[in-house]
Each structure stands twice: as C-alpha cells, then as structure tokens.
C-alpha cells in the first residue's frame, strides 16, 4: 500500500494540472475550434464523447485487468482495491459516453440509438462493469470476492475486443449509415488538435479521479489493518 | 491413469448421476419447450418477421434453459460437499473446469435437439435444409455458452444473490456467442453455403479456443475458498 | 571399533510452521506450529471455531493459508506435485459421497481419481473391510447415516493413504458403527499409518493417540503426550482451559 502522503501529493498534481488543462480545453471545445459543416454545433459533444470513450475502454479498463492479473499473482488486497476504483471510474466515463452518445446522435441522424459497433461495445463494457462490482460487493467474504471480481475482470477483458469484432462483423453485414464519424478520420487540423489534447485531458482527469478515489479506499484500509492487528493480538 | 482418464472418470460420474433422477434434463427441457411455445404463438408465423425473429427465439429459449442449468449442475456439487472431495483428489483443477464444462455441453446439447424439433414444426422450417450446419453451430454456441457458464457458476454459487448473479455476468459476455449463434442458424436454416456462414464460425470458434483456455487456468482461483 | 551407519531420519510426516489464517479481522487460525512423526495419531481437541477444522482444510488445500509454512513428508505444500495427494486420506462432515450412485460405483471412481492398481479386485475388498459387500449395488441415497459413514471410510481407504485427517468422524454415528470406527482406526495405527484426529470424544481421542493437543481461539494452548495421562483429570484441564479462553 503506497504511503498516504505520496497519495495525496500525486493527486493534487494531478488535480491542478486537470483543472489547468480542462480550461484550455473547454476553452478549445467551445471557443476555438471552428463549428463542423454537416453537423453544427452539436458535433462539439465528440470532444466529450470520443474521449470518454478512449478512457473508459483503453485506460480504465486495462487498469483494472492488469491489478486483477496482479492481485491473483500476489495476492495482496491494495490490488483488488485499485482495480475496483479503477472499475467504479470506468463507469462513470463509460455512462458518459452512453449518455453523450444519444444526445449527439437525435439531432443528427434523427436517431436515438444505433447500434453503432463501438458504441454497443461501451453499452456491454457497462454491463460488464456493473457486473464485476455487484460480484464483488455480493460475495460474503472479501478475499474470495477479490478473486472472484480479478477472474471476471480477466474474463471480460478478453471479451471486449472480441464483442467489438463480432459487432463489426454485423455491421458489415447489415450496412448501416456510419454514424459518430472514425475517430480522426478526416478531421481538419485544429479539429484533430482539440481532439488529441481533450483525450490527455480525460486522461488525467481519470487519473486525478483515481488517486483521489484511492486516498480514500487507503484510508479505510489502514483502519481495517489496524483493526486487524488488534483483533490478532487479542488473547 | 491419464489425465483424460480421470477427466473421462469425472464426464462419466456426472453423466451416470443425472441419468439415475434426470432431474436436471427434464428441468431444463421443460423450460426450454415453454419459452418457445409461448413466444411462437404470439407472432404470426410464416411471415417475414416471424422467419427473421425465430433464431433469435431459438437461441433465448437455449440461453435461459442453460442458465438453470449451469446453476443447477454447480449448486448439485456445491451442497453436497462433493466439490472438496474433488478438490482433494490428485486431480488437476484445470482438468476438473473442463469436466465439468463437458458435462454441462452435453446437457444443454441434448436438450437442444427436441427444442429445436419443436421449433421446427411452429416454425414451418424445412428439415432437410442445411441440417449439418445448424448442429455445427449449435455445438459451437453451446461450447462457448458453458465454458464460461461452468466458470462463472462456481462463482455464483457463492455470492448471496445466488442464481440472479449468473445471468448478470455471462450475458454480457456471451455477446459474441449469441450473436454469431443466431446468425449463423438463420443463414443455416435459409441454405446459405458454409462460405457464407465462414465469419460467424470463425468468430465462435475463436470464443470458444480463448475462453476454454482462460477458463481452464482461473478455475483454480474460483474453487479456493 | 566400527561406525555405525544410521539413516537419517525420516521427515516428519507433517511439519507445521507459524501457520496463520485470517478472515478480515477474524482469525482462525494465529500461529500454530506442529509436527507429527511418521505413524504417530495425534488428537486436536478444541471448541467450535477454535480453528481445528480451518486447519484440516489447509492441508487438504481447499483453503490457502494467509502466511506460515506446511511440509508433509518434507515437502513444502506449495511445491507438491498433484500426485502426492495420493497419499492423503480424508474423511470429514461431508461424506464426499454421490447420492444417486451405488456403493461400488462411488468406489470405482474415486478409485480412478487415485490411480488405484487393480481396482476390481481393491473395491470388494474395502467393501468387506467395512462389512458393506452386500449393498455394494445399492444406491447410497437408501443408506443410514452410519453406513454412509462406513462408505466414506471406504472411499478414504480406497487408495491407502499413508497419512488421514479426521474432521470429527464420530458425529451422527451409533454405538455399532462408532465402534466399527474405534476398530478401524485401531487397525489403521497398527499399520503405522499417520493420523491427525479431530474429535470432540475426549476419551475416545486420548486413548486413540500418542499425543494431543489443545485448540482455543487459534492458538494451541496445550500439547503432551498422551501415555499416562488420566482421562478425568485430562477432562478438567480441558474444560478449565475452555472456560477461561470464554472469559
């Protein structure tokens, strides 16, 4: 368990250079960049979602796969933690994008939903998600959740990448008008800088929202150790 | 002896135990039939619709039965204290995962077959069409539907939601699996070449090779209490 | 003048080293060390929860230990091939028996599991150690407890273990299948097999065993031989300690 003070000093690190950044970036989002032909203003809510999206599916994800491969190695119980604050941030970016995603895509294509490949994979990261931290929570004895919740985080990282395949696969099939355009795909050069740097953004936006996540999650697991210790020395 | 010995051992236990009630066959058969009975009668059937909805029908009617099933099977070892006399055999527990994976393909397995004759007559289809194929892509679902069933059973056994938990970690997992599965009957089931039916294969046989081997190494962790 | 060559000694059957297990803050078992010579029976005594059956299913490895080491022949338990649990024998709460199967074919499959030599031959002969050759063919859901029981001594016995963990064997049992236990487990250290018995029947464990040991809130609180000591007075140190361990 890293040191409560490294903890807290890392993220208000990151928490100012967040907050610094995600002015500029709003700044960027709704002032700079010029407003897109076809779509109109809504198409600024890509700065929004497409991140978002990277985040939940290419940060928090593979943070949580990789401190469960860990935990089952060591078995050490700060690893379950930071895999499932990692998880609980994952949904919140992920339930970001779902929302996002909509309401870009009424406006736009007349369409609430389309079962865009990428965007039912982020619907089934969700469920995913949700279902690793139910486990978790719902397993009586911690340990056992832990591995419980590392072995299902293992088993859906596996899978997302071939949930996406399979969607693809259909699309292709069923050809569907292309919504929420590929991601730098043909995107004019201040477009492409707005997007690039609202991704950094997110990312250190997750990370402060990890660390801060984790101080807390440090905190009650000091009181649990203490506890521990107590109760051991206890005739 | 083996490990495909002992792993046959295992296979034959289980399937000699269920033939002596068949309680589990009969439960998840039973199930099935209703699914299918009660969703076929409220479409129309030989319509364009009900033709394109029936795989899908088919294949909620197999997932549902094998979620009592896969449920079923574990908490069968589980109550008993059998799964610790397994535990404390000479037996890897890699090997035990794919036992009783096993097992679980071929309850499911038999249960599909008179589900799907049943389907079959609702649905008007022809029998004589791409027969082999259907069978091909039942096995394949079913696979991928029990190796992570089997896994995901030894967990929710253990959590205080119990039979609820299944359903809510392997659906979404099982994404792929259904979706190639119900595609692939459909195109089955409408003469299509194997050319055609090519990417659904591939993509329930990759499922089915990554996550027999994933399975096969977290069993271990799942059974450790 | 010679030297005498001697051998070395054997390892100890079970070696025993700091073992702790916590759940949380609950800790069933808080530093236990113990070691148990080659054919030597020890008895555990100890009241629920004392940590007396977390112990067993360590060593049975259905439960890993939070830190401490465990040998069994010498080898530590992390480093033993599956194959060596051949020669464990366990016979707990749980029959580890199928209900819908006969007497016979629950034998042969765990004869299978074991890598038991010429198990049609084995199987009706444990059978008839137990006194079960004439329900062999019949299901194990019809049997009484105490000829499941006897059943599940069969199934431990099948594959000849050298070491067996008994986890309270004589619960449930009546006076004939208890004392078909006593003589079977008399036979059993006659064949210098090693045993670690857990058992509430503090007459029964001290006349059994040639040592015993106390279990209170996960500590041994009391180990001796048992050669000498008086089942009355052995009684009373028992019930003190427990009584004081509430306190």
């Not at chain 1, 002032?31 to 198409?43: D, L, W, Y």
């Not at chain 1, 970016?93 to 939903?113: E, H, K, M, Q």
């Not at chain 2, 050319?195 to 399975?215: G, H």
């Not at chain 3, 309270?168 to 299948?177: R, S, V």
């Amino acid at each position: 368990m890293p040191a409560a003070e490294k903890l807290q000093r890392w993220a208000n690190i990151f928490g100012m250079i967040t907050a610094v950044l995600m002015l500029v970036n709003l700044y960027n989002i709704f002032i700079m960049v010029p407003t897109e032909a076809s779509m109109g203003v809504v198409q600024r809510i890509f700065y929004f979602h497409a991140p978002s999206a990277i985040v939940a599916l290419a940060v928090a994800f593979p943070v949580t796969f990789v401190y469960s491969v860990l935990y089952l190695w060591k078995h050490r119980l700060w690893h379950d933690r930071v895999a499932f604050c990692a998880a609980e941030i994952g949904v919140l970016f992920t339930t970001i994008v779902l929302t996002t995603g909509p309401i870009w895509a009424r406006p736009v294509w007349n369409t609430w939903w389309s079962w865009d490949p990428r965007l039912t994979t982020t619907l089934i990261l969700w469920f995913i998600y949700v279902g690793y931290m139910m486990l978790r929570v719902y397993t009586g004895e911690e340990q056992r959740g832990a591995r419980f919740a590392a072995v299902f985080a293992i088993v859906g990282f596996v899978d997302v990448p071939i949930v996406y395949l399979a969607n693809r696969l259909w699309r292709t099939l069923h050809p569907q008008p292309v919504i929420f355009g590929g991601a730098g795909s043909g995107l004019e050069p201040s477009m492409r800088y707005t997007f690039l740097f609202s991704i950094v953004v997110f990312i250190c936006l997750f990370v402060f929202l990890l660390l801060q996540r984790l101080r807390l999650e440090r905190a009650r697991l000091a009181v649990k150790e203490i506890k521990q210790e107590m109760s051991f020395a206890a005739p | 002896m083996s490990a495909l010995a002992k792993l046959w051992a295992v296979v034959w236990k289980d399937l000699l135990s269920e033939f002596r009630t068949k309680e589990l066959l009969s439960s998840m058969l039973m199930f099935a039939l209703i699914v299918v009975v009660i969703f076929s009668f409220t479409f129309e059937t030989g319509s364009t619709a009900t033709r394109e909805a029936g795989p899908g029908l088919l294949w909620v009617a197999f997932t549902f039965a094998s979620v009592l099933g896969l449920h079923r099977s574990m908490i069968h070892e589980v109550e008993r204290g059998s799964l610790h006399g397994l535990m404390i055999a000479p037996l890897d527990r890699g090997l035990l995962f794919l036992a009783k994976a096993i097992g679980n393909v071929i309850f499911i397995f038999l249960i599909e077959i008179p589900t799907f004759v049943l389907f079959a007559i609702f649905f008007n289809v022809d029998l004589t069409v791409g027969l082999e194929k259907t069978a091909l892509v039942f096995l394949l679902g079913t696979i991928g539907f029990a190796s992570v069933g089997t896994l995901f059973s030894a967990m929710s056994v253990n959590t205080r939601t119990r039979e609820i938990m299944l359903p809510i970690l392997l659906f979404p997992i099982q994404v792929p699996v259904i979706l190639a599965a119900v595609h692939a009957t459909a195109g089955a089931l409408n003469g299509r070449s194997w050319a055609d039916l090519a990417d659904w294969l591939k993509i329930l046989i990759a499922f089915d090779a990554v996550f027999i081997i994933v399975c096969f190494v977290t069993f271990e962790y799942v059974l450790e209490e | 003048m010679s030297l005498s060559a001697s051998a070395p000694a054997p390892p100890p059957a079970l070696a025993i080293t700091n073992l702790i297990k916590s759940y949380g803050s609950f800790h069933a078992l808080r530093g236990i060390s113990l070691q148990v010579a080659v054919g030597e029976c020890v008895s555990i005594f100890g009241p629920n929860g004392a940590g007396k059956s977390t112990l067993l299913r360590i060593l049975a490895e259905i439960t890993r230990p939070t830190s401490g080491e465990i040998a069994i022949h010498g080898q530590p338990l992390r480093d033993r091939p599956l194959s060596a649990r051949r020669q464990l024998g366990v016979i707990g709460h749980q029959t580890f028996l199928y209900d819908d199967l006969t007497a016979a074919e629950n034998l042969q499959f765990f004869a299978r599991l074991y890598d038991v030599p010429a198990r049609n031959d084995r199987i009706p002969a444990v059978l008839a150690e137990v006194g079960l050759e004439k329900r062999a063919h019949d299901r194990v859901r019809a049997f009484s407890r105490g000829m499941q029981q006897r059943l599940a001594i069969a199934r431990a016995m099948v594959h000849e273990p050298s070491i067996l963990f008994l986890d309270e064997p004589y619960t449930g049992l009546d006076q004939h299948a208890a004392s078909m236990l006593t003589q079977w487990l008399q036979k059993l250290r006659s064949e210098r097999r090693t045993i670690l018995l857990v058992t509430h029947d503090l007459q029964q464990g001290l006349a059994m065993a040639d040592r015993a040991v106390i279990f209170l809130r996960g500590r041994i609180v009391w180990e001796g031989a048992t050669a000498g000591v008086e089942p009355r007075a052995f009684s009373a140190l028992y019930f003190d300690l427990v009584a004081k361990g509430e306190q």
